[in-house]
């Protein structure tokens, strides 16, 4: 099993290029599935789960050949409507091809996508959603079989703005017959960066990045070339490496407002930035101080930078706390931390961090993707050698990870 090493107490310093975010790209070539005609995708990441995506294109019949961060998609044949059960189960995500496929053939059997270590993750919502627009939802024998021979535009409103959800429906609606309404729509930046893409083919959409996107239906869309917004997930937790170790490191292809609320938290702990178009440069005086955090919907405090800031409050002057109200189960990264000597505890949803002078270099495993961020982090930071496993998890979401990092000066190997 591979794992990944870490002696440290290096402090960082330096510029890394943040590579193009993942959770855009995948909705956007979920999305290829819409636009008739050749595409190329580009700043594309290059890692498993995009990879993954690719394949599930090949297996209903899309051309699509990466090459470096550069996706090609011809799609020109009949798309086939049945997701295959590994890729469904390989990857969340590949839900968010359903309401294209369903848009573009008129009816989607897909497996029900496997739960994950942060939670159950249901697809309700996205199914709602579907009957909104008159599609006829069955499930059986562990599929979902949505039908609709043609989607009728109609009024969405959404018990919570879930991302997937609303890029789901906001593809499906693109080629609906008249007009639909989101109401409680996700406001990420990967929404307006598909939104964008989809006007770019000739979709008609108003409203992307508010609580209400309005899509006009439209016979076809055509084939686009589009660039993915930079990952800023990546960005924030490349900041925090830098800082978490004392250093003083700069992020460039970033945009400096996608991640406001962290840059606010971080600087209420004492961080310093000094931030150009699309450049981010971090540092601190002194040790920094505590802060009392609650994940919310962007642009509210992202989720998915939740146990980073653990990692990084973990070795704060003083107490705080985080609270996690997106995902049920977002708090396995707390045991980890504990066995490095954080000293963290959870009351439900509220993690209560009292911080410590120093951790400890240890044996950990990455349960999810950002729960291994976490560790890296406080790898980066602690005392001796740090040794991480789980390492798929870490590679689904960062880019070239141990090759940045060590630019940055850190003393980090991945051991096959
Ligand atoms: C997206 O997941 C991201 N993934 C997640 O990033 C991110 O954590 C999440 O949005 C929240 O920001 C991608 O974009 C590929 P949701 P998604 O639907 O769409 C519940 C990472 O680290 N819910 O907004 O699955 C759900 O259980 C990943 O890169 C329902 O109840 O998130 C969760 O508690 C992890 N019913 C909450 O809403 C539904 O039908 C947020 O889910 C859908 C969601």
């Known amino acids: 099993m591979a794992k990944v090493k870490i002696i440290g107490e290096q402090p960082l310093h330096g510029a ?168 409680n729509a996700a406001r990420e930046p990967e929404i307006v960066d598909l939104a964008d893409l989809l006007n770019e083919a000739g979709a008609n959409i108003s409203g992307a990045g508010s609580s209400t996107i309005v899509i006009t239906g439209v016979s076809a869309l055509h084939g686009v070339k589009h660039a993915v917004i930079p990952d800023r997930i990546e960005a924030g937790t490349m900041l925090l490496a830098g800082l978490i170790t004392r250093g003083q490191i700069t992020v460039n292809n970033v945009r400096p407002a996608d991640i406001s609320a962290l840059l606010s938290v971080l600087s209420e702990t004492g961080a310093r930035f000094e931030i150009e178009n699309n450049s981010i440069t971090a540092a601190l005086g002194a040790r920094w101080r505590g802060a009392q955090v609650v994940t919310q919907p962007y642009p509210g405090f992202p989720t998915d930078m939740q146990a980073q800031l653990m990692a990084y409050l973990a070795l704060a002057e003083g107490a705080s706390t985080v609270r996690e109200t997106i995902f049920e189960n977002r708090f396995m990264h707390i045991g980890e931390l504990q066995r490095m000597g954080a000293r963290i505890r959870a009351e439900e949803r509220t993690a209560i961090i009292e911080g410590v002078a120093g951790l400890s270099g240890a044996e950990v495993k990455a349960t999810d993707l950002r729960a291994g961020a976490a560790l890296w982090l406080a790898g980066l930071a602690a005392q001796g050698e740090t040794t991480i496993y789980g390492v798929e998890h870490i590679e689904r979401g960062y880019e070239k990870l141990t090759e940045k990092l060590s630019a940055l000066g850190a003393r980090i190997k991945r051991i096959n």
Not at 46 to 56: E, F, G, K, Y
Not at 125 to 136: D, M, N, P, T
């Open 16 to 183: 890394i290029n943040i590579s193009g975010a993942k959770n855009s790209a995948l909705p956007i070539l979920a999305a290829a599935v819409l636009l008739d005609g050749e595409s190329i995708i580009s700043n594309v990441p290059q890692l498993t789960d995009i990879t993954t995506m690719v394949r599930m294109l090949r297996s209903i019949n899309i051309l699509a050949e990466q090459s470096g961060g550069k996706i090609r998609i011809v799609n020109k044949k009949q798309v086939k409507h049945l997701i295959p059960y590994e890729l469904v189960t390989k990857m969340r995500a590949s839900f968010f091809i359903a309401g294209p496929i369903l848009a573009k053939v008129g009816m989607v059997r897909v497996p029900m996508p496997g739960g994950c270590a942060i939670g159950s993750r249901p697809v309700d919502i996205h199914l709602k959603g579907f009957q909104a627009l008159g599609a006829v939802v069955s499930l059986e024998h562990g599929f979902i079989e949505i039908r609709c021979k043609k989607l009728k535009g109609g009024q969405v409103n959404f018990p919570f703005p879930s991302v997937g959800a609303t890029e789901n429906i906001m593809m499906a609606a693109t080629l609906a017959e008249g007009v639909t309404t989101i109401a």
